[in-house]
Each structure stands twice: as C-alpha cells, then as structure tokens.
C-alpha cells in the first residue's frame, strides 16, 4: 500500500532525521561564524515564497535544505556567543532532542487520562522548581505555560477569582469597585496585556514609581494602594519583579510581601529570568522573600536555555488554579476520576497542551542541578566581567543588580540618538548584539545570554564598542 500523501516510506523517514540531524549540527557548530542579525528586508523573502503555492508537491529533501538556507540567512541568531541581547539563550541539545521526542510521541497535557505519564513529569517538575524558590513541595503547585506572558495572566486570573467571589460567574461588571494591580514602572509589558484580556483595562494597571535604585518604592505602593481604596478602586495584585528586562533589578521582595500581607492582597513575583538565582545556592539571598508570593513566574527558555516556549507559573495556594479554571464537560475523559491527579486542562489557561515538562526535565536530570548552578555562575562571573572591561574602557555602568545584564552610558555623551546609533553600529558589524534601553535615561544594555558565551567573546563586544565609539566621534 502506499503511504497516505502526509506520510513517510520508513526508508524515507530514516533519511528524513539523518538529514535534520545534520542541519541542527552543523547549525550549531557554524553558528559562531555566522552574521547574528538578518538584513531588514521582507521583500526577498516574501520573493521567495511566492514560489510555494502548494499546488504541486516537491521533494521533500529540497523543500527542508531551502527552509535551512532561508533560516540561516533571514533569522537572528540569538544562539550566536556574541549575542548579548534580551533574554533569548542558545537552546541546550539535550532539550532540542526532547522537544523532537516531545512531538513524535505527541501526548496530549489536557486530560490525566491520556497521558498519565507525561503529567506526573510534570507535576513532580514543579514540585521541584517550587522546592528551590523557598515553597513546601508538598502544599505548592502550578502549571506549565508557553511563557511568563501567560504565567502572569494566570496570576492575575487567579488574584481576580480567589479575592472576588462574583468574578468568575459575573466578571468584573459585577464588582463593586474597579479592580487595580501593582508594578513598577519597570515591570514587563504582558501585565498591560493581561489586564486588557481579563476585561479590566490598561487603566487597571498602577505604575509604581521606584527608589533611587530603580526598584519598587514600597512607601509610595503604600500610599498609592490607600489612595486607590479610598476613591472606591478593589486593590487585587501586587507584582514584584525579581529581574527586570530592562536592568536585571529586583524589587524589594521582602518588603512588598509585608504590603501585601497587611492590605490582603495577592503578591505576585516575575522571576521569568531572574529567577535562575534560586537554583546557586549562594545566590539565593538576593531573591529573598521570593517564597512568601502567593505565586511566582518563571521562564525555562531564558535562563536555563530551554527551547522555547517553557513558562513555568508556581504558587503556594494551587487551589486558586482549580477555582480558576476548572470547567466541566460531557466530552473531556473520566477514566482517571476517583484517583488523587490533575487534569492539567483544569489547572491552566490552555485546553490541548504539547508536554512542555520533557524539554526541561531531560537537561536537568543530565546537567543535575549542580550542573545549572555552574552554568549560572559562570554567566553571571561573565556579567561581572563585562561590568569591568567597560569601566575599564571609561563606559560607565548605571545598573545596579548581581545578575548578568548590565546597562552603560558614555560618560559625557548626552547627544540625543548618540547611544542608539553605538548600539546600530555595533549590530551592523555583525560580529555581537546589544540593544538601546531606557532606564531614567537612554543606557545601552548588554546581557549574557548564552553559555557558550566566553571572555573572548566579551573582548569582541567591547572591540566593536570601542569601533563604534571612534567612527561616530569623527
Ligand atoms: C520575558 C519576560 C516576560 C514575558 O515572558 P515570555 O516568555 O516572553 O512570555 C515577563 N516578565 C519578565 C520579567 C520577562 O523577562
């Protein structure tokens, strides 16, 4: 018989994996040698595509080496050792493979029942990563997201439904006062897209102003939350950010858990990238008070390199998920009632969900822990680092954070533009990657993203510094 027009011959399908394992490899291995930023310009490409109309059908060895040139050429290459950019690591290999593994055996997360395997992983993955931010394993739980984008919608979600009983049923028309959230002002954007999704409106968000170290000023949350009571505003969350995009900063955790313990309000922590230090122990410390939010965002495809998308949202009071989301049904599967699991459909904003868990738990059983800490270490020395080398090429560094971003200024250069086009030049050498930020003024930012990142590649960013800095003084 043969194979239906979306399948394989088994000969074929060999030939198939030898060919993308080739590409990956040798994607990898060349990598170093590579521009890191595409040229800005979608005409050849959309040129390109034309040439598909899916009308007649190719072979399928020339339609994957031309998807590999196309991506060579038309992507940055974020894994690249001298992208020094926004959080986008290299992916580790082990969890390039899983995630490959992940679609061929395609479990489906919504319901226990399908795949009483792929959910315990899970679940026993969160146990752990609760474990290492200061949670009980036993009382916390979570869900796996495709990012920190949905791990804070859900925390906002799960804030709406616990503190209002009427919301879930009537939603926030029914309320008797306008919910408001907390952040600084230098919190990710997501919880402006948050607050659109839950029907509360960008108004609903409450821009902090922060102290002389860019971190939430928790007087002024103080005074801010009393005033929002006063005029009839439902205060519902408070979100501290244990490193910033922008800066690396982390908010007074300690301090915004006693705000929230005395007003009754959910405390929320965006350690999406920062949150990397709960896993070295002597970096610990600096997330202090990270264990007393009512829940926590974490990102595995930042600081631990995991493919993307691998959100992790944690928190101490897993009920919330339940009230939150749990819906039922006629159609979804009832095979597993009666047994203590979780349909991880009603924990979670998705229904059909891919195994996020496998990406991350095959490089952490290999790598172990003590394996990531060394990672982190050394990622975060390598910040320390650039940190000296700038200073030492009298670039001065304005941020004020352990963690490995650091944002500069050229002392005495205040032209408009001026740090916008080192940041041009720099990019346009294509030999490294950093990117203008905003802080109380512009700041370059550059950010040690990748593991295989080296000291020499640090002397390669500030070489091109240096050249920038040259060609636009004369
Ligand atoms: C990256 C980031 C997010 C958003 O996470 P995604 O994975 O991009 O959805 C939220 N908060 C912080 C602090 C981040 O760094």
Redo the contacts with the bound molecule.
């Keep these: 018989m043969e194979p239906a027009a979306v399948d394989l011959s088994e000969d074929t399908l060999q030939a198939v994996w030898e060919m993308v394992g080739k590409l990956a490899e040798s994607y990898r291995s060349e990598i170093g040698n590579m521009r890191i930023s595409p040229a800005m310009d979608p005409a050849p490409i959309r040129d390109d595509l034309r040439a598909f109309d899916f009308v007649s059908s190719r072979p399928w060895r020339d339609v994957l080496r031309w998807v590999d040139a196309e991506m060579r050429k038309n992507q940055l290459h974020a894994g690249h050792p001298g992208y020094f950019g926004l ?1 986008n690591p290299a992916p580790v290999p082990i969890g390039i493979a899983a995630d490959a593994l992940t679609a061929a055996y395609n479990p489906q997360l919504a319901a226990w029942s399908h795949s009483p395997f792929a959910v315990e992983l899970e679940q026993h993955l969160i146990r752990n990563f609760a474990q290492r931010f200061g949670y009980s394993a036993d009382s916390a739980g979570g869900t796996f997201c ?5 791990a ?1 919608h859900t925390a906002l979600l799960c804030s709406l439904t616990t503190q209002f009983p009427a919301f879930s049923e009537k939603g926030v028309r029914e309320l008797d006062g306008d919910p408001v959230l907390y952040v600084s002002e230098h919190a ?1 954007h ?1 919880w402006v897209k948050a607050a659109r999704a839950c029907g509360l409106g960008t108004e609903a968000v409450r821009t902090v102003a922060v102290d002389g170290r860019h971190r939430m000023d928790v007087n002024r949350l103080t005074r801010l939350i009393q005033d929002d009571r006063r005029r009839g505003a439902r205060p519902c969350l408070v979100c501290g ?1 244990a ?3 922008n800066a690396g900063l982390i908010d007074p955790l300690n301090g915004l858990a006693d705000v929230c313990a005395d007003e009754g309000i959910w405390y929320h922590v ?1 350690a ?2 920062g949150g990397a230090a709960c896993m070295v122990p002597e970096y610990r410390e600096w997330l202090a008070g990270i264990e007393r939010a009512s829940s926590i ?1 974490f ?1 595995a ?2 600081f631990l390199s995991i493919p993307m ?1 691998a ?1 992790v949202f944690l928190t101490r009071l897993p009920s919330a998920l339940g009230q939150t989301f749990r819906i039922s049904t006629s159609y979804m599967p009832r095979d597993a009632a009666g047994l203590d699991v979780i349909d991880p459909y009603t924990h979670s904003l998705q229904w059909s969900r891919r195994f996020i868990g496998l990406k991350i738990f095959l490089p952490l059983a290999v790598a172990g822990w003590d394996g990531y800490a060394d990672v982190i270490r050394k990622q975060t020395e390598l910040g320390q680092h650039l940190r000296r080398l700038l200073e030492a090429d009298a670039w001065k560094c304005v941020n004020d954070t352990p963690l490995p971003v650091i944002c500069f200024v050229d002392p005495g250069k205040d032209a408009p533009g001026y740090l916008e086009k080192i940041a041009e030049v720099v990019v346009a050498s294509g030999r490294a990657w950093i990117s203008p930020a905003q802080l109380d003024r512009p700041v370059l930012r550059a950010c040690i993203t990748n593991f295989r990142s080296s000291e020499e590649d640090l002397c390669t960013l500030v070489e091109c510094l240096k050249d920038a800095r040259s060609k636009l003084s004369c």
């Excluded at 495709?146 to 949905?150: H, R």
Aim: hydrophobic share 20%; proline share 0%; glycine share 22%.
């Design positions: 959080f495709t990012g920190g984008a949905e804070n990710h997501s950010t490193g910033t995009t965006d999406a990238w965002t990102d495809h930042k998308g959100g």
